[in-house]
C-alpha cells in the first residue's frame, strides 16, 4: 500500500484556509443582516445654511432666495472696454527724475496719476510742465505715451 501525499502540515494548512472561508462567510452574513437596521441615505445627507454651517436639517424654503444664471461669475469677468471720447489728454507733471528716465503726469479731468517713461517722451519735460498724452495700459497700470509740451 502507498503512503497518502498528503504530510500533517498540509492537512493544518487547508483546514485553516477552510475555517478561514468559513468566517468569512458569516461576517459576510452578519453585514447582510445588519444592513436593513442601518441608516439609510437620507440620514448621510448634510447640508449647509445660510451662515455655511454644515446642519442635519434642510434649509427653511421661506428663506430661499432666486440668483439668475447670468449673476454667477465663475472665472475672472471680461473687463468692459473703455470708451476714450478723448485720445489725447492733458495734465501736469508732477515728478520727473530724468536720470532714471520715468516720471508721473497727473491728469487734468480725472486727477489720475499716470506713470510716463522717458521712451514715451516727444518732447523734454520737466517738473509742473503742462503737457498732452495719450494712455496705454501697461502691466502694472495706465502709462502715458506720445507726451507733448502743451502751447
Not at 495734465?91 to 521712451?119: M, P
Request: charged share 40%; no cysteine.
Amino acid at each position: 500500500m502507498g503512503r497518502s501525499q498528503e504530510t500533517w502540515n498540509k492537512k493544518e494548512k487547508e483546514k485553516k484556509k477552510q475555517k478561514k472561508r468559513l468566517e468569512k462567510e458569516q461576517k459576510k452574513q452578519e453585514r447582510k443582516a445588519n444592513a436593513k437596521n442601518e441608516s439609510n441615505f437620507d440620514d448621510m445627507i448634510a447640508y449647509v445654511d445660510e451662515n455655511g454651517q454644515i446642519t442635519s436639517t434642510p434649509p427653511d424654503p421661506a428663506k430661499k432666495t432666486k440668483i439668475k444664471e447670468e449673476d454667477i461669475e465663475i472665472s475672472i469677468p471680461r473687463r468692459e472696454t473703455v470708451e476714450q471720447a478723448e485720445v489725447l489728454r492733458k495734465g501736469v507733471v508732477t515728478f520727473f527724475n530724468s536720470s532714471k528716465g520715468y516720471g508721473f503726469i497727473r491728469d487734468l479731468e480725472t486727477q489720475e496719476s499716470i506713470f510716463v517713461h522717458i521712451n514715451g517722451l516727444i518732447d523734454q519735460i520737466k517738473e509742473t510742465d503742462k503737457v498732452t498724452f495719450e494712455v496705454v495700459m501697461g502691466q502694472k497700470g495706465p502709462n502715458a505715451i506720445e507726451v507733448k509740451l502743451a502751447q
